[in-house]
Each structure stands twice: as structure tokens, then as C-alpha cells.
């Protein structure tokens, strides 16, 4: 098709701008890839400096390290053993009284309370997210810990005698110790499990729900049939996402763990995890010690990776299944 002379200028200005487009397109993409590449140097380099700051010890004593719960400073006798076991019995601790409880805000909030009620409650659950950690530490400190050493002398004497569990609630009555740093963490990760419920479960259709209460099914059918299936991978991913936040908190934590390097099988004795660790010993640490930090800092970022390597996996699985 030939253009005429009078089209000509025409066709030229749309060429011109097609390559003016075309030249913006590709900035664009290089703009993107390069902040999706920072990040990801960032990343790297975090884990890096933490690799290298920590590898007298990692290299030097590495299995040593990993398997002793020894922490002495004087002799530079450093073990993470103690350290890890607490970060991930809090923060399973944390899991176990959270999920159950933000399923349930979720429900309420979505399929059973009043309209007037979402509201307020909604923005009440945002506000326990807005809050910084150090007031959780302190409120745990101050209000929360001797309330456990009120309530703890009572599971001792029931909890505590029976045959499989009792070992977990038997010590003295400290407040401080893992199952009080635990609930104060299920009560900081509470609001961010919810909220990530609560948009999900918005997701499904209503005719999905609508069809099933229909033909006869209860809430907690259609909860359990409908809204679940539908919503699961989101489900898991919100839950791995609050696992993610206790396992780095620190300030909380700190407050109310008892920095004890001591293994026990009790709940109710104090310990410590490796943020609280670094938290308390770092402005003091030379040498070895401060390297022995720094590792933990490092185990600390192998571990949060290798949780949410599994929650991605978890997810995978389940997109197949849901695909066949």
C-alpha cells in the first residue's frame, strides 16, 4: 500500500513516535530490573557481611559452634545451640496460640459480625500491627510477666502432672521464661496473620458461598469446604509470613526470654534466642565474642530463609494439587 505525499509527514511523526516509544519501554524495564536487582544484591550482601564477620567462628569451630550450648565470654566458649532452640520454641510457641486465634478474628470478621462491628474491629487489629516492639517488651515486662508468675504455679500443679506433657510446665513460678516470650510474640504476630486472612477470605465469590449455604450447608461447612480450599496457598503464605516476624523479633523478646543459655525442657524456665543475644552482648563484644554474634546473626538469616524456602515449597505443592 503506497502512502501519498500528503500522508507522508503523518506517517513519519507516527514512526518517530513509535521509537520514542519503544526507547521509553526499555528504560522502564531497565529501571525495573535494576530495583529488583539492588534488592536482591542487598540480600547477598547482608548475608555476606554476616558470613564474613562470624567466620572465625564458623570456620574456626563450626561444628562446635552448632552443636554446643555452651556461652562463655571469659574463655571464649561460644555455642548457638541455646540460642537457636529458643528462637524456634517461641516462635512455634507463638504459631500454635496465634493461628487459631487469628482464623477465628477472620470468621467474625468476614462471614459473622454486623457491619457496624468490621469496622472498629478491623482498625483495632491494624493498630496491634502499627504497635513498635519495644512496647510489647515493656508491657510484657511491667503487666504480662507477673501475671505468668501468678498463673504459672497453677500449671505446674495441673499441666504439669500429667505423664507426657508435664515436663513442659514444671519450674519455678519466674514469669519469665520461653512460654511467656512466646505468647507475648503470638500477640505481636496475631494482627499481621489476621489481616491477611481477613483479605482472602474477602476474595471468594459469594455466589460460592451463597450456593453452598443453599443447598443446606452450615457456616462452618461452608467454611471448611468453600472458603478454605479456596483461599489455602494465601492462608499459608500469611501464616509463614508471622512465623517470618518472630523469628526476628528482638526487642520483645528480649524484655521477657530471661537470657539464659541453659536447655531445659520446661516452658515456664527462662533462655534466650539469637536476636536477644545479640541485642544484650554486642556493645560489649570484642574479638571472638563479637564474631560468635555476628554468626548468629548469620544462622539467624539461614534459618528465616530456610522457612520461607519450605513456605514456597508448601505452596508449590499445593498449586500442583490444585491444578490436577
Known amino acids: ?26 528504560i522502564f524495564q531497565w529501571v525495573l530490573k535494576f530495583c529488583a536487582l539492588l534488592v536482591l544484591a542487598t540480600l547477598l550482601g547482608a548475608a555476606l557481611s554476616t558470613l564474613w564477620g562470624g567466620h572465625e567462628v564458623l570456620f574456626g569451630h563450626s561444628l562446635h559452634f552448632l552443636a554446643s550450648d555452651a556461652w562463655n565470654p571469659v574463655t571464649d566458649d561460644y555455642g548457638a545451640l541455646a540460642p537457636i532452640f529458643g528462637t524456634l520454641v517461641t516462635s512455634v510457641i507463638a504459631l500454635v496460640l496465634a493461628v487459631p486465634v487469628s482464623f477465628g478474628i477472620a470468621i467474625f470478621l468476614t462471614e459473622i459480625a454486623p457491619t457496624w462491628l468490621r469496622g472498629p474491629v478491623s482498625a483495632a487489629i491494624e493498630l496491634l500491627a502499627g504497635i513498635p516492639s519495644i512496647i510489647y517488651g515493656m508491657w510484657g515486662l511491667f503487666v504480662f510477666v507477673p501475671f505468668m508468675a501468678n498463673v504459672e504455679p497453677a500449671l505446674s500443679n495441673t499441666l504439669g502432672q500429667l505423664p507426657l506433657i508435664g515436663q513442659l510446665f514444671q519450674g519455678p513460678p519466674l514469669g519469665l521464661g520461653l512460654l511467656t516470650a512466646g505468647i507475648v510474640l503470638a500477640v505481636m504476630i496475631l494482627p499481621f496473620i489476621s489481616s491477611v486472612m481477613r483479605e482472602v477470605f ?35 503464605g500469611g501464616i509463614f509470613l508471622g512465623l517470618g516476624r518472630a523469628l526476628g523479633e528482638t526487642m520483645a523478646v528480649t524484655f521477657v526470654l530471661g537470657n539464659s543459655y541453659n536447655i531445659t525442657s520446661s516452658l515456664l524456665m527462662p533462655g534466650t534466642s539469637i536476636s536477644s543475644s545479640i541485642a544484650n552482648e554486642f556493645n560489649e563484644a570484642v574479638g ?20 520461607l524456602l519450605v513456605a514456597r ?6 498449586a500442583k494439587r490444585e491444578g490436577k
Open 1 to 26: 500500500m503506497q502512502v501519498t505525499r500528503a500522508e507522508q509527514p503523518l506517517a513519519r511523526d507516527i514512526d518517530k513516535r513509535s521509537l520514542i516509544d519503544a526507547r521509553h519501554d526499555r
Open 202 to 236: 474477602q476474595t471468594v465469590p459469594t455466589r460460592l458461598k451463597e450456593s453452598s449455604y443453599a443447598l443446606g450447608s452450615t457456616t462452618w461447612e461452608v467454611l471448611w469446604d468453600i472458603v478454605l480450599p479456596y483461599t489455602r496457598s494465601a492462608v499459608i
Open 288 to 307: 571472638i565474642h563479637r564474631s560468635a554474634l555476628i554468626a548468629l546473626g548469620f544462622l539467624l538469616f539461614v534459618v528465616t530463609f530456610v522457612v
Open 313 to 318: 515449597l508448601m505452596l508449590r505443592q499445593l
